[in-house]
């Protein structure tokens, strides 16, 4: 009689590396004969992906792994991530774990007591979504006052180009049509691959997406947060040379105040930031520029709040990110009084989130009649009969359509109108996407046309 194949049971929580982390875990679990537990089936082996950017994380962590092992007392709970590498003893008396992995890049041989044996040279698909992380790099060096990652990430090290091509080529091959390059310091990406060789042997994150942008297949690419500092010329000249690259970037204010920004160990100031949000809009066609945004970091004053809502504003961000300041035990700032009522830091919040939405609609009105990529993600709750996913200058668009259909795929709307929550437009051409599917026998071809989208993103 053949044993039942053992069952696992993967969770993340966190950032997009950490997304990506898991899925190359559950694939290598896959490949040493595990399967997937079911919603109410209970797993041999759970696998936790922790994040400690802020003490809420370290919580949600701790919640998680108890609540897990009350659904699968009998099961052996292996813990990675960063929140198991800042307090791994923390981590190993929670009830039902019997691992915990401080370094994430040894995590398969950490996971070998367990059966684990396979050795995956990265990822061939992205479950649960429909656009695909790809990790490039891992580590960061520059020590914010406020931040705890560079403590539990310290080593700076970026993937192959030929490896990352490989795992490109997969995804696109799975059905990904949209590459989310991402990194725990995507602008450091190719420093180390570079370090002692000449110049002219130099690997940067440019040269990665010249690379990626001659291989075949129908997918863009979209980079993840950078560093404003790190958005050279060179990068945006590759972004404007290459169709595939999606015109929007995630560069981080974090506060316009100089005052603040140098309490925070920012490499950069106001005035810089702003003149980098300009030259990269005189060089793409009205690019999407996002970002974060700390309220209430300790010593804010009203002046130093009212410097950071004239830079988003000059910097015309189309979407924000707002964070209200805690404080993170083993950070420097930390060791500073945290003088701003939480009633202020709400309030600031709220403001900059009007902001939001007052610069969000402007820029949404500069794309009325243009031509938007857009990769459908699903039915659009709020207007049945309709579709919706996230364009390629990252606003929310919806359009008619069937969404089985047309999930995950790339499609051409001409934008007419806007929402409170985006964009509505007509696909083109309009009449293929109206109709639900036509039937068809199980197995057999659909007869729905998708238009072609080798258009310039």
Known sequence: MTAAMPTC??????????????QYVKEALEASGYVEAGEEQPADLCVVNTCTVTAEGDAKSRQLIRRLHQHNPRSAIVVMGCYATRDPEAVGRLPGVAKVVTDKACVLDELRPFGVTARPAGISRFDGHQRAFVKVQDGCLLHCSFCIIPQVRPTVRSRPVAEIVEEVLRLVAAGHQEIVLTGIHLGHYGIDLS?????????????????????????RVRLSSLEAAEARDDLIRAMATQPRVCPHLHLCLQSG??????????????????????????????????????????????????????????????????????????????????????AVKAQRR???????????????RSLLGTKLDVLV??????????????SCRYAAVAFPGHAPALVRR???VRVTGVTIDGLFGDPEPVAEFLAPPISRRPGGPSRIALPLVGFPA
Not at 10 to 22: A, F, H, I, P, S
Request: glycine fraction near 8%; charge should be positive; include cysteine.
């Open 9 to 22: 049971r993967l969770l993340t929580l966190g950032c997009k590396v950490n997304q990506y982390e898991t």
């Open 195 to 219: 370090r002692g060789r000449p110049r002219s042997q130099w690997m940067r994150l440019w040269h990665l997406l010249e690379a990626l942008g001659e291989l075949p297949g129908d997918f």
């Open 257 to 342: 105040s100089d005052r603040i920004l140098t309490a925070m160990r920012r490499r950069y100031r106001r005035s810089g930031f702003v003149e980098r949000c300009r030259r990269i809009r005189e060089a793409l066609d009205r690019p999407a520029l996002s970002t974060d945004v700390i309220v209430g970091f300790p010593g804010e004053t009203d002046e130093d709040f009212e410097a950071t809502c004239r830079v988003v504003r000059e910097a015309a961000f189309s979407r924000l990110h707002v964070f209200s300041y805690s404080p993170r035990r083993g950070t420097s700032a930390a060791l500073l009084a945290d003088d701003v009522p939480p």
């Open 350 to 364: 709220e403001r900059l989130l009007e902001l939001e939405r007052e610069l969000a609609d402007r820029y949404y």
């Open 377 to 390: 993600e699903g039915a659009d709750s709020k207007r049945p009969g309709q579709v919706r996913g996230t």
């Open 410 to 412: 790339r499609v051409p």
